[in-house]
């Protein structure tokens, strides 16, 4: 089993940075890649970004350029660093672990930018 622990939300105000940080812990030698996910007030959850293994990343578009996912293989920890904020920001945002057939996920960090 992979356990993931998110850190780093919070309120901020339009414009604003936050970073999130997302420590895994247990198999970590499955991971195959990380990354964040979110889910707005009454809405699906959607894809954030994504980072493999070996450095490869992906991102929605709605945060391209203004948001960028780095792992640190030594320390097992994803980050998120979002710049930019805008209100359709505020969600909240999930990390995630996928090991070959298997997703594991954190227990979510709220992130809410006043406008």
């Known amino acids: 089993q992979v356990q993931l622990v998110e850190s780093g939300g919070g309120l901020v105000q339009a414009g604003g940075s936050l970073r999130l940080s997302c420590a895994a812990s247990?198999?970590?030698?499955?991971?195959?890649?990380m990354g964040w996910y979110r889910q707005p007030p009454g809405k699906q959850r959607e894809l954030v970004a994504t980072?493999?293994?070996?450095?490869?990343?992906n991102y929605a578009d709605s945060v391209k350029g203004r948001f960028t996912i780095s792992r640190d293989n030594a320390k097992n920890t994803v980050y998120l660093q979002m710049n930019s904020l805008k209100s359709e920001d505020t969600a909240v945002y999930y990390c995630?672990?996928?090991?070959?057939?298997?997703?594991?996920w954190g227990q979510g960090t709220q992130v809410t930018v006043s406008s």
């Open positions: 980072i493999t293994n070996i450095g490869f990343t």
């Open positions: 995630n672990a996928k090991r070959t057939l298997v997703d594991s």
């Open positions: 247990g198999a970590t030698d499955r991971i195959l890649a």
